[in-house]
């Protein structure tokens, strides 16, 4: 079944109302999001931990690779330039970055918060070629804005 984006940003709302803390919504939203349709093969975070440096973060799936410099892969398009990733075939991005074999089809979704500091990317993975649409990064990007507003910028390693 296709996601219900109504029902996903109600459970997600009502489960991360008045909490602040990064890890804790990413692990929740990266949980709900996952369950909620199955084109979703992995669901989750990379946190910005240094300038110009991704680890991961709460995710669910198989094993995700811990670090993804900004200049490399999908995750890193989308930290570098702000903008949302929708790749419809994974073969032809030249540079990404195959954690999965399965793996056909991605979104991914800077995340930020009211003050637009970046946070990180939420990376779905599906093992679907072109499983992704303008419907779903428009549905994300508006819980991930909501979830993410009053979360702390990140405090940079040197
Ligand atoms: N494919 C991503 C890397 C992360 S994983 O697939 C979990 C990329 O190219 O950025």
Redesign the pocket.
Known sequence: MPVNYDDLKNSVNALTHGENDLVSLMATVACEVHHSDSRFN?T?F?RVVAPELLK?GP?Q?GH??LV?PFS???????ARTGEIQIIQD?EA?A??????TT?RS?L?LPVHNSAGQLLGVF?I?SDLPDAFSEKDAKHLSAILAEVFQNVAGPALQS
């Open positions: 992995w989750g990379y991961i995710y799936g995700g690779c993804i490399r892969g999908v995750c890193g398009a989308a994974v991005f540079g990404h970055i195959a954690c999965s793996t991605e991914v990376d993975d």
